[in-house]
């Protein structure tokens, strides 16, 4: 089991499957053989598409649902075949449930009742989670009295009150309309690092995961395809599926024409690009190239030089912060690039207008898979 600073892990999940039956169809494989580990006191994130099996994953560390094969162990216990109840595990769900005919500090002192706490004590662990989410004033409210945003909290209250060693998030802010969104991803992160709870946060929105995790899984078809930081993840994609998932790509199919050390050449048509060498690929292999829109730079036609492709522009967009443009390199390769429309002096590329794009340096990556 993976170590930190504070000790164990706090979830490890090793060679996990969970395989669904169901009466005159094919079986379904949800997980294949998942293995990872969780830090305790890290806001981590499962990331990926619908139907990905991050949700299912989530659902086993709850106990809602028992793995087909494989082990899942919190703080080194192994809890296969524990009740929710009987895990010192909390889930919030995508859409709260909270009880309507209970007050904001009945709601949120409800598990607390159950575990036989006794008043005094449940009465100041309300009046904590009241104050942590900010919303001291609201403990007689109805939940049908609460906006969204503040339901979302009070279940994030009463979720944290029986102080959880394992807080679950189930798509928690998909909800909420973008702006309250965007701030709620603050709070959330803000409360696991008041709390010092493990966090496991489960979305499909790329830009929740960054702006939130201390680490990310990114996964598909079952799979984890890749573990590691956001800055990881952006700038360092191990295959096509994370590079295209994460943000926004340029994927270029290219051969190694040269090496030079640490450096690969790759040509492909209509351009040169530099990129660092990586194991396992050598002179003549196909490769697939990953690049950002935004470490593209676009400038007035002039002559060809290395990591400079000549094209022309064939589509505009105004986002307002910045400005993407698809640029045409060759029949077979249109680059997508994005530039800040803060930059002073900037300028503005018309439709049909012929354009150098300049590549930065180390912003080309080879995929290793």
């Known amino acids: 089991m993976m170590e930190n600073g504070n ?18 169809r094919q079986p379904v494989q949800a997980l294949k053989k998942v293995s990872l580990s969780i830090r305790d006191n890290e806001f981590f994130t499962l990331l990926g598409p619908s139907g990905c099996g991050k949700t299912t994953l989530l659902r086993l560390i709850a106990g809602f649902e028992q793995p087909t094969a494989g082990e899942i162990l919190l703080f080194g ?33 409800f598990g607390l009742k159950m575990l036989k706490i006794d008043q005094a004590t449940r009465d100041k662990t309300v009046s904590e989670m009241l104050s942590l989410v900010h919303m001291e004033d609201f403990a007689n409210r109805m ?34 309309d973008l702006k309250l969104r965007q701030a709620m991803r603050l709070e959330l992160k803000q409360l696991q690092e008041k709390t010092g709870i493990t966090f496991v ?8 995961a960054l702006a939130m995790s201390d680490r990310i899984a990114v996964m598909s078809n079952g799979e984890v395809q890749q573990i590691g930081t956001a800055g990881d993840i952006y700038d360092r994609p191990s ?40 194991t396992g690929r050598s002179v003549s292999d196909k490769v697939t190239l990953t690049l950002r829109p935004e470490k593209l730079r676009l400038s007035t036609a002039e002559e060809p030089e290395q990591g400079r492709m000549m094209g022309h522009v064939v589509e505009r967009v105004f986002l307002g912060t910045d400005t993407t443009y698809l640029v045409q390199i060759s029949p077979e390769v249109t680059l997508q690039v994005r530039e800040q429309n803060a930059l002073p002096g900037a300028t503005r590329f018309d439709v049909g207008a012929k354009v150098s794009v300049a590549a930065a340096d180390g912003a080309t990556r080879i995929l290793e898979g």
């Open 239 to 278: 295959n096509s599926f994370v590079a295209d998932f994460i943000g926004e790509t340029n994927l270029i199919d290219a051969e190694i024409t040269s090496q030079a050390g640490a450096i690969s050449n790759c040509d492909f048509p209509g351009g040169t690009l530099q990129a660092e060498t990586i």
């Open 143 to 176: 939940p049908h009295q609460l906006s969204g945003g503040q339901q979302q909290r009070i279940a994030l209250a009463r979720a944290l009150a029986p102080h959880p060693k394992v807080l679950l998030l189930d798509e928690p802010l998909s909800a909420l």
């Open 7 to 24: 000790g164990v892990c706090a979830v490890d999940i090793q060679a996990v499957e969970k395989v669904y039956h169901s009466k005159g």
């Open 77 to 109: 216990n192994r809890i296969e075949g524990l009740t929710p109840y009987s895990r010192s595990v909390n889930t919030v769900f995508q859409h709260y449930s909270l009880f309507p005919h209970m007050t904001v500090a009945d709601n949120i002192g």
């Open 201 to 208: 946060f489960v979305t499909h929105d790329q830009e929740e």
